[in-house]
Structures are given as C-alpha cells and as structure tokens.
C-alpha cells in the first residue's frame, strides 16, 4: 500500500487549475493603465464606486474598484469577453466587470 504524504495532498487541493493560468505573466499580453479609481462612501444604501482602466486609446469604465491597483500605475494585462483581468505585482489578480468604453482625447 502507498501512502501519499499529507502536505501533498493539501497542494492539489489549494491550487486550482484556473489560478495557474491567472497568474502566468505569458497570459497578460497587453498593458493596461488605471486612470482612475473613485470609491465614495453615501449614508444611502448605494455607494459610488468605479474605475477607468486603458489600453491604447481605449478606455474600459467599470463598476469595480481593486485596491492593489493604484491610480496612475500601469500593469499587464488581459482582456477576455466583458472581463479585464489586471495582474499586480505578480502575484494578485484584479479582475473588472466592463460596463462601457470610451476614446480617449
């Protein structure tokens, strides 16, 4: 009989198959830009928040703000359907809902 150690077992449950892919720079061919990031916190049930993120002279607007994503910094990226998926410093991914575009000026 063979046993499998533990600590094995723990790393095949920890590191899905989707993480591998999401932190592989290969995958992040662009480069994306964070205009801006605006989160303001209202006594009524909705708050405000949203990001600008661009990539050549298009800019994604979102719903979503990241906080690893600092305004005025820029980052590889990747774009896939409706999503934006930022990767910081290598080791996190900020992902955005793509709620509309614009050119920029």
């Known amino acids: 009989m063979r046993v499998i150690p533990s600590f094995a077992l723990s790393l095949l449950v920890v590191i899905p198959a989707w993480a591998e892919k999401d932190l592989n720079p ?4 662009l480069t994306a ?33 990241c906080k690893e994503a600092a305004v005025g910094s820029s ?10 998926f930022l990767l910081v410093d290598g080791s996190k991914v900020c992902r955005f809902r793509i709620d509309g575009t614009k050119e920029s000026h």
Do not use: C, K, M
Request: aromatic fraction near 8%.
């Open 26 to 29: 290969a995958d992040y061919q």
């Open 33 to 65: 830009h964070v205009n801006s990031a605006i989160f303001t916190h209202t006594t009524a049930p909705s708050n405000s928040r949203g990001t600008e993120v661009q990539i050549g002279n298009l800019i994604y607007v979102a719903n979503e703000i």
């Open 75 to 84: 980052y590889p990226a990747r774009v896939e359907g409706r999503r934006i």
